[in-house]
């Protein structure tokens, strides 16, 4: 039971992006993010993060301009 080991994280950028997407919109349970927290990769949960961000943004202003050019 050593703490110099490397934390061992398994969970794809798939998973990472699922994860981001369900943070999102706020509904999870408490014991799947103790397992997310143990899987996923925390550099895959930043990139995950800002890119969920940009499109989320994109998104937003696609509607806005729809909606302006109608009105």
Known sequence: MATDDPV???ASF???VRA???SFIG???GSEHESDMARLN???VI???LI???VFVAVLIAIVRV???QA
């Open 8 to 10: 061992h994280r398994k």
């Open 67 to 69: 909606v302006v050019s």
């Open 47 to 49: 990139i995950a993060g």
């Open 14 to 16: 798939a998973q990472t």
């Open 52 to 54: 969920a961000a940009a």
């Open 27 to 29: 509904l999870r349970k």
């Open 42 to 44: 925390p550099v895959h």
């Open 20 to 22: 981001v997407l369900w």
